[in-house]
């Protein structure tokens, strides 16, 4: 049973570029939340998604991000014409739901030049 | 917002000795997790203690939770080089949908 699969690993983008991260849940799992994490911080909840629906996307930035779980394929998280300071690591989790554990992947670690 | 905040924020111990971390909340929970990441990875969940308990055991790892005085803490026993690492707390709010609130961590170096 593969963990929760993210890539890329590590992803460049120009100031202005579009960046399309991926995550793949751990099989089974049908709840995945995207999470952002600065250096030397904890991570921040960005957004809570089930297959085809946006259950919480209380912590997403109301411009440029957005996120889809699709009935087939993986989840993405999308940011359009990106800055620096979108420079971080995101985080993927997936879980089986409310009160269950949730399990990460390794990460995206985007960089914004 | 933050939820959870850990105590210390680093904490520098000899191999073999323990390990004690804390982590206070402000809100009401219906579960505590606790996670490690290794520099530059990912997390790698440790345990989960769901409200209604008080204790968790794990390997070396011992949670306690304190529902009334909104504290958690991760005691890792015969620490080891390998367990240098910065480790979080997350809670899943009481009226939340599942989604968890991470402190800023503690980071942890066990020396040999």
């Known amino acids: 049973n593969a963990g929760v699969m993210q890539n890329p690993r590590h992803l460049v983008r120009r100031r202005g570029q579009e960046a399309r991260l991926r995550c793949s849940p751990m099989k089974g799992h049908s709840h995945v939340y995207w999470y952002r994490q600065l250096p030397e911080e904890g991570l921040k909840f960005m957004v809570y998604l089930q297959k085809e629906n946006i259950i919480d996307e209380s912590g997403m930035p109301k411009e440029r991000f957005s996120a889809e779980f699709p009935k087939e394929g993986p989840s993405i998280l999308r940011i359009q014409q990106v800055v620096r300071g979108d420079s971080a690591a995101y985080f993927c989790a997936s879980s089986t739901g409310k009160g269950t554990e949730a399990f990460f992947g390794q990460g995206t670690r985007l960089t914004v030049v | 917002s933050q939820q959870g905040e850990e105590d210390p924020q680093a904490l520098s111990i000899q191999e073999g000795e323990n390990a004690t971390m804390n982590c206070s909340y402000k809100t009401s929970i219906n579960n505590l997790q606790w996670y490690r990441q290794n520099s530059g990875r990912g997390l790698v969940h440790l345990i989960l203690i769901r409200s209604n308990e008080r204790e968790k055991h794990s390997g070396r790892l011992r949670v306690t939770l304190d529902t009334s005085k909104k504290s958690s803490s991760l005691l890792i026993t015969a620490s080891r080089a390998a367990d240098t690492a910065s480790y979080f707390c997350?809670?899943?709010?009481?009226?939340?949908?599942?989604?968890?609130?991470f402190g800023k961590g503690t980071k942890l170096s066990v020396k040999p």
């Open positions: 997350a809670t899943e709010g009481g009226g939340s949908q599942g989604n968890l609130i």
